[in-house]
C-alpha cells in the first residue's frame, strides 16, 4: 500500500471535487433546455440530443472556416461560435415547432413517434454532411491546459469554462421564466392554457418560443461539450438518456428540481465512480434514482399545479 | 447492391487461366475470365468510421491483383454488401453472399460482434472469411483467415517491452466495457502478476461512449501506476485523452500504452493530446520498408493525400492477397482446398513486412511495434519484436 500526504489527499480532494461540479455542471446544461421542452411544456423531444449535436456540428464549421480564411481569429471564434450555435438550433426548434410539433400537442404517444422519427432523419442529415468520421473543432490555447494552484493540484480549464457557462445559461433561464413578461405569459400557459388564452394571451406562439428556446440553448450546450468530447453523427443519441433523467429525477416544470437532481446525479456518480469502479458507480447511481423515483414519483421538486 | 468490375481493359486480354471445370468443382461464381468475391463491412451506422479504412484498402488491394493479371486467369469482381453496424444484418448479407451469389470469398466484419454473429453462416454454408481487425482470440474456424493480431500477440510483447524499458512494476487497467477490452485485461493482469512480477493498482471499465473521466483521474493520480493501459475506444477516446491532458498526465510525465489507438484514432483525438504516449500495434503508417512506402503511396494515390492508414486498415489489405496466393498454392478456388492450403502461406510484400499464415490456426505469424505519438498524429516506431506466433487459445491466460 502506498503512503500518502497529507497535503497529497487533500489535492485529491480537491480535484475530486472539482470533477463533480463539473459532471453537474455538464449534466445541468444538457437538461436546461429539456426543462422548458419537457418540464414546462411537456412535449416529450427525443430529438433533444439531436439538437446538442447540431450546436457542436457549427462550433466544427466555425472552427473549420476560421483555420481556412482568417486564422488570426482563432483564439476569439468560440465564443461567437456558440451564439450562432444557439440561433441555429433555435430557428430550427422554430421551423420543427411550425412544421410538426404543434399539430401534436395533445398527442404524447405520437410527440415521441414524431420526434424520434427526427432524430433518425437529423443523425443521417449529420451523416451526410459531415461524414461518420467524429470530429472536433479546433479549439483555442487558452482554453485547453489546466490551471494550477498549486504543485499537486490540476483544474482543467475547460471544465471552468463550461462551468461559468451554465452558470450564466442557468441565471438568464430563471430572469427569463420568473423576471420577464414573456416567462409569465410561459408559466401562466403551462398551469392553465384555456384561461391564459382567454386572457389575451396568444398561446400558439408562447410554445412555438419555448419550443424554440429549449432547442436553441441545447444547441449552445453542445457546443459547450465539444470542449470535452468529439461530434459524431449519433452523438445526441448518447446525451439523450442522462438529459430525460435529469428532468424526470429533477421533477417536471421546476427549475430549482432540474438544477438539484443534476447535482445530485453528478455527485453521487463522481463519489461512486471514484470509491468503486466506472460502470459499478453508474449501476449504483441509477439504483439509487430508481428507489428513489419509487417513493417520490413525481421527482424531487415537482411544483404544485392545479389539475 | 453494387457490383463493381474493378478491372482495366477488357475480359478478352487476359491471359487463359486453367479450365473452370477444374478450378471450381463446387459452384462458386467462377467464369472463364472473372472470379467473384463479396465484401461485408458497416458502410453504415456507427461502426461506419472504422470500417472505411478496411473497405477502401480491401478494394485497393483487389484493384491491384486484377492490374497485375487477377487470380488464375481471372479477374475479380466484388459484390459490396452493407452490413450497417448491426449484427443480424450481417448474418443475413453473409447468407445472401454465400447461398445466392457464391462468392469464392468474403472480405469483411470488424467488431467481434459481427464476426460472432456471421460465423455459424460461414461454417453451415461452407464459405471463407478474412477477417482484419485485432481481437481477443479464443476462437479458430476452418472458414476464417485472421490477418489482424490475436490478442496474446499483441499484449504480452508490449508488457515486456514496458517491464524492461520503463521498468514498470505497477499497472492501472482501464477499458471500454465490451468482450475485447474485458478479454484482454485479463490476458494483462496475469501476464503483469504471473510472470511480471508486477502488480495491478486498478482495473475498470467505463460504458462505450462514457465521457467525463474526472473521477478515474483522480484515482490514478492517487495511485501512481508505472504505466496506465488503456482499451478505451469510440467516442469516449477524445474525451479520455482531451482530459489526461487538461489534468496534467501527459507523455513526459507519465507512460500510457494503449492497443486501441491507431493512426484512425488519433485523427480523431488530435495528436497534441497523445504527444508521447505509446500504442502496441502489429502496423503504423511511418514504417520505413519499401513495401509499405509503395503500400502508402497507392493508397494516398486513390484515397487522397490526407488519408490516413491504421492498424486494421493494413490487415484487411492483406486478405485479398493472402488469399490470391493460397488460391494459386491450392490451384484450385474450391473452398475446401483454399483452406486446407493457407497453412504456412507466405506474403513477403506486405506492407508491415512479412506475414505468414499458422501451420494449424489460420491466424497470422506477424510482428510486434511499440510506437510513439507525435503532435502530427503519427507515431514513431520504437521497438519491433521478432515474430511472435499466433496462440488464439493461450494456456495459463484464461
Known amino acids: ?307 | 447492391m453494387a457490383t463493381a468490375l474493378l478491372a482495366a481493359g477488357s475480359a478478352a486480354s487476359l491471359a487463359a487461366g486453367p479450365p473452370t471445370a477444374t478450378v471450381n468443382t463446387t459452384g462458386l461464381a467462377v467464369t472463364d475470365d472473372t472470379v467473384t468475391v463479396g465484401q461485408l463491412h458497416s458502410a453504415t451506422g456507427t461502426m461506419a468510421i472504422s470500417e472505411t479504412g478496411s473497405i477502401q484498402a480491401e478494394q485497393l488491394a483487389i484493384e491491384q491483383i486484377n492490374e497485375a493479371g487477377g487470380i488464375l486467369g481471372r479477374k475479380i469482381k466484388i459484390i459490396v454488401e452493407d452490413g450497417a453496424s448491426d449484427w443480424p444484418t450481417f448474418a443475413e448479407k453473409a447468407k445472401k453472399l454465400l447461398v445466392n451469389d457464391k462468392v469464392a470469398a468474403v472480405f469483411g466484419c470488424w467488431t467481434s460482434a459481427s464476426r460472432k454473429a456471421v460465423l455459424p453462416v460461414f461454417e453451415k454454408e461452407n464459405g471463407m472469411l478474412y477477417y482484419p481487425t485485432f481481437y481477443e482470440g479464443l476462437e479458430q474456424s476452418k472458414n476464417v483467415i485472421y490477418t489482424g493480431q490475436e490478442a496474446t500477440q499483441q499484449i504480452i510483447a508490449g508488457l515486456d517491452w514496458m517491464a524492461k524499458q520503463k521498468k514498470a512494476k505497477t499497472f492501472y487497467l482501464i477499458g471500454s466495457d465490451y468482450i475485447w477490452p474485458r478479454t484482454s485485461n485479463k490476458i494483462a493482469r496475469k501476464h503483469i502478476e504471473n510472470v511480471l512480477k508486477g502488480e495491478v493498482v486498478g482495473e475498470e471499465y467505463y460504458a462505450l461512449g462514457h465521457t467525463q473521466f474526472g473521477s478515474l483521474i483522480n484515482k490514478i493520480k492517487l495511485k501512481k501506476p508505472d504505466v496506465i493501459y488503456a482499451i478505451v475506444v469510440g467516442g469516449s477516446n477524445v474525451s479520455f485523452y482531451k482530459q489526461l491532458k487538461a489534468a496534467g498526465i501527459t507523455g513526459d510525465k507519465a507512460t500510457l500504452l494503449t492497443i486501441s489507438v491507431t493512426e484512425d484514432e488519433a485523427l480523431g483525438i488530435g495528436g497534441e493530446n497523445l504527444v508521447g504516449f505509446y500504442s502496441a500495434m502489429k502496423y503504423f503508417q511511418s514504417l520505413d520498408n519499401p513495401n509499405n512506402k509503395k503500400f502508402v503511396e497507392a493508397f494516398k494515390k486513390k484515397y487522397g493525400d490526407k488519408a490516413v492508414i491504421g492498424d486494421v486498415t493494413q490487415a484487411a489489405y492483406l486478405g485479398p492477397w493472402l488469399w490470391k496466393l493460397t488460391v494459386e498454392k491450392a490451384g484450385s478456388f474450391d473452398i475446401d482446398k483454399v483452406a486446407a492450403a493457407s497453412a504456412g502461406v507466405e506474403f513477403k510484400e506486405a506492407p508491415e513486412g512479412y506475414v505468414r499464415i499458422h501451420d494449424s490456426n489460420h491466424h497470422l505469424w506477424s510482428k510486434l511495434r511499440i510506437g510513439q505519438w507525435s503532435t502530427d498524429g503519427q507515431a514513431k516506431v520504437l521497438y519491433e519484436s521478432e515474430l511472435i506466433e499466433p496462440n488464439p487459445f493461450p494456456k495459463g491466460y484464461q
Request: charged share 10%.
Open chain 1, 1 to 307: 500500500m502506498l503512503a500518502y500526504s497529507a497535503s497529497e489527499l487533500w489535492s485529491i480532494f480537491i480535484m475530486q471535487g472539482f470533477a463533480g461540479l463539473s459532471l453537474f455542471s455538464v449534466l445541468l446544461l444538457m437538461a436546461l433546455g429539456l426543462a422548458i421542452i419537457f418540464g414546462q411544456m411537456g412535449v416529450v423531444n427525443l430529438a433533444h440530443g439531436e439538437f446538442m449535436a447540431l450546436g457542436a456540428y457549427v462550433v466544427y464549421l466555425c472552427s473549420t472556416l476560421v483555420q481556412n480564411h482568417a486564422p488570426a481569429l482563432q483564439p476569439y471564434y468560440f465564443l461567437v461560435a456558440i451564439a450562432i450555435a444557439f440561433v441555429a438550433a433555435a430557428l430550427l426548434g422554430l421551423l420543427v415547432e411550425w412544421s410538426l410539433i404543434r399539430y401534436l400537442y395533445r398527442r404524447p404517444l405520437d410527440t415521441l413517434l414524431a420526434t424520434w422519427g427526427l432524430s433518425l432523419v437529423l443523425q443521417q442529415a449529420f451523416r451526410s454532411t459531415f461524414g461518420a468520421r467524429e470530429v472536433t473543432p479546433t479549439l483555442p490555447d487558452w482554453l485547453m491546459g489546466s490551471f494550477k494552484p498549486t504543485e499537486s493540484i490540476d483544474i482543467p480549464i475547460n471544465g471552468v469554462f463550461v462551468m461559468a457557462l451554465t452558470l450564466v445559461l442557468t441565471g438568464a433561464v430563471w430572469l427569463f421564466l420568473y423576471r420577464s413578461r414573456a416567462g409569465l405569459h410561459m408559466r401562466a400557459t403551462v398551469q392553465n392554457r384555456a384561461m391564459s388564452g382567454a386572457i389575451g394571451i396568444n398561446t400558439g406562439l408562447v410554445d412555438r418560443l419555448a419550443f424554440s428556446l429549449g432547442c436553441g440553448i441545447a444547441g449552445v450546450a453542445g457546443a459547450a461539450f465539444t470542449t470535452i468530447g468529439s461530434t459524431g453523427p449519433d452523438s445526441g443519441s448518447r446525451y439523450i438518456v442522462d438529459t430525460f433523467l435529469v428532468v424526470v429525477f429533477g421533477g417536471t416544470a421546476s427549475l430549482l428540481g432540474t438544477i438539484a437532481s443534476a447535482f445530485g446525479i453528478a455527485q453521487g456518480q463522481s463519489v461512486c465512480e471514484f470509491f468503486l469502479q466506472g460502470t459499478m458507480g453508474k449501476v449504483a447511481v441509477l439504483l439509487g434514482i430508481v428507489v428513489i423515483l419509487m417513493i417520490r414519483p413525481q421527482g424531487l421538486f415537482a411544483s404544485k399545479v392545479r389539475s
